[in-house]
């Protein structure tokens, strides 16, 4: 180049990251919202779990030929819970998949899972840990949702046997036997159990393909082999996510066939009836 040329009008594009608990936040675009307020009502719940002292024990692929958008459809209902995942309804019981997983609070087997929840509550406030819920009311920027919840009775953490598996992670200072679902947008949702927690990441790689990462996270000095055991800790995630690629590829290939045309959401899905709304409103929100 001439002497003249001027480096630094030639760099690398820029972008927003933020360092929060271990977790790298990146906003590409050039006027980037506030941290602080799109944090606000998921750090309680992403804090206690000191994430910030975890490391990494494992990360896996899998790799999914279908749309981002069927790709979150599958994860984002648990409506296909109880005939697709018997080891997932292993580990969590029936009301919370029918209360929470699918998305619906008004049916009969949510009143009975909130008599759970509530009792829950009162056990776990006594322990001095967190309890609580949020999820977006209106629409905005984000899509947002934080709960803890109780696992299937008897269960400690999300396991065959549902025996403690590593070291209490965060702020636990006892097994709770509770579950922490954080989303901070519909692409990632942190599922924490007390010892262990499973990341997921969805990346829209090409209209027919979606790359799916999970990585667990366990306490920074926990030694595997020694206080956990690797293939017990991904057993549930690991078979649960095998049988969702399976699900989202047959399903890719019916929407893709001549005969496809769209249905109706059941009201089981109001999980999915938000997601969508929230995508098309954005979608509106860029044309104009
Ligand atoms: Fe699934």
Redesign the pocket.
Known sequence: MEKNFDKTQWHLHECNIKIFEGLIFINLSEQPNNFNEFIAPTKKFIEFHGLADAKIAHRQYYPTYGNWKLTLD??H??Y??QP??PE?CQVHDKEYIIAYGAGSNTGPASEKFDKVLSEWNEKVNKMGHLTGEYSETEFNDYSRSAERTPLKEGMFTETKSGQPISKLMGKFKDYDCGYTSVGTSPFNSLLMCNDFATLFTFIPVSPLYTQVELMWLVHKDAEEGKDYNLDEMKWMWDV??I??KR?IEDNQKGVLSEKYVPGPLSEMEKGLEKFKSWYLRHLENSIN
């Open positions: 599958n994860f209902e648990c296909h819970c697709s995942h997932y649960t996510t049988a969702d699900i």
